[in-house]
Structures are given as C-alpha cells and as structure tokens.
C-alpha cells in the first residue's frame, strides 16, 4: 500500500512539473502597448499614436499599471530562473511564446543569448529594435516590472541593473567585435537615452573611441550621425587623458584611414590629426 502511495505522490510530482515546464514563460498579447497606454494617459493625458488606446475610446485606468508591471516582473523572473530549454534548436523553444509582445521577445531574446553561452548573436540583434523610435522601449524597461529595484532585487540573469542596461552592455560589447548591425542599433539606444542610461552610453563611446579605432573608422557612416555627441566626448576625453594618450588615440584611428578613404578627412577633423 505503502508503495501504491509513493508511486502516486511521485506521478503527480512529475505532472505538476511537467506543466510546470510545459506552460513556460509569457505575457499577454500586446502587454507594452498596453502599459504604453497607460502610462502615457498617467503622465501627458494625451493618446499614443497606434497604441491600443484610440481617440475615441477612454482612457485607461492607471491602476492596471501595477498590475501590468507585475506580469512582467514576473515574466522577466520566470527567463532567469528558467533552465535552457534541452530541444533540438538551442533551446529557442523557450521564446516559443514571445513574439506576442514586442518588449516580451526582446527581452527573451536576451536571456536566450546569455543563457546559450552567447552563440546566437545574430538572433539576438534581429530581435532589438531597428529604428529610433522603436529603441524607446529599451529605456523603457527601466521603469516596466520592477521600477526602483535594488540591483539584488533585479533577475539574476539580469544583474547588476536591468534587462535595459544588460541589452545595452552585451550589444556594446558586439560593437566592439564590429557585428553586423551592432553599430547601428546601439546608437539608435544611445539616441534614446537619458539620465542615467545616458551617462552609463556615454562611457562607453569613450571606450569605443580610445580602444577601437578600427570600428569607429570602418562604422564612421553611423557614428557621424551623432557627432555633437561625439565631439562632447571627445572634449571629455582631452582633459581625461595625457597628451601622450591623446596623440595615440589620433594615432589609433590614422592608423585605419586609407588615402582613397572618403570618410578620413571628415573623421580627422572630429578627432584630429596625430
């Protein structure tokens, strides 16, 4: 009898598990947008153009907002704790679900990127925004799930501040190997940062500049579409550095620049010549 009773209890282990694994991670559909509605209705009063919320329709109530920001804190806990999925396509099975909501998929992407050991780059920057407008929602992830978190309360896998500052980092670190697309989707981020995202971009432009000239030569059709940034930084950086320093920096990027490079003359009048 004894055993009849273990093999009962174990057999419904096993199925609670396994529901457990089976219903996996997800919001529901159109879970931004919603909370785009909402809190722009709770700032500005004003509607979002092509959100959920239309000019004839009222607005949303504001007291959904905590409630829309706890499915995601919990959505964004469930990727982090969540094992890569052992299927037959790298474990891409645990986004299955994500595509119903654009913030949902990126930030899923994200997690299947770091928890794949980072072997799905390509993936990972088809998943992030391709135009400026849409990398809004990047800082946006700040104040979505867990507004005013303490880095020991983020996700695990999201530490120490964030999916947005964790999508930034890794993606900066793509730039710096010269990925395709890096470039121009970390600046379409960097377009959209303010306060604190924008001091955390601006260091590592600064990085960029001194530690990849090969990058910043080669991306310079990207890069120059924000030279008022640049030139701010590069200021910064001549009181930050010695001369010494200065002059290998130029050095750096002369160093790239061809005679039949078209782009050199504009670059060595932003950066100077060595």
Sequence with gaps: MRRLQFFVIALLLASAAHATEAAGCGV?????????????????????????????Q??????????????????????????????????????KDAGVDRLASVVCQTALYLKSGRKGSKEFLDALPSTRKAAEMIWDLQSVGSP???????????????????????L?????????????????????????????????IKILLREAPAVVVKQWAVLRQHQPRLK??????????????????????????????????EIFKTFGRP
């Design 232 to 265: 701010k930084l590069l200021s910064e950086l001549s009181a930050e550095l010695s001369p010494a320093e200065t002059k290998t920096l130029r050095q750096g990027i002369a160093n790239f620049c061809s005679t039949d490079n078209l782009d050199c003359p």
């Design 148 to 170: 005013g978190a303490s880095r020991d309360q983020q996700p695990a896998i999201f530490q120490p501040d964030g999916p947005a500052f964790k999508i930034v980092d890794e």
């Design 172 to 204: 900066f670190v793509l730039v710096l190997d010269d990925r395709d697309t890096a470039a121009t989707k970390y600046f379409h981020i960097v377009s959209a940062a303010t306060g604190a995202g924008a001091s955390h971009v601006d260091g590592q």
């Design 28 to 56: 529901r559909k159109g879970l931004y947008d919603a909370w785009l509605s909402v809190a722009k209705h709770t700032t500005n009063h004003t509607p979002i153009v092509g959100s959920l919320v239309s000019r004839n």
């Design 58 to 95: 009222p607005a949303p109530d504001p007291s959904s907002l905590p409630g829309i920001d706890n499915e995601f804190r919990t959505y964004f806990q469930c990727l982090s704790d969540t094992p890569l999925p052992a299927d037959d396509d790298g474990g891409r099975s645990l986004c």
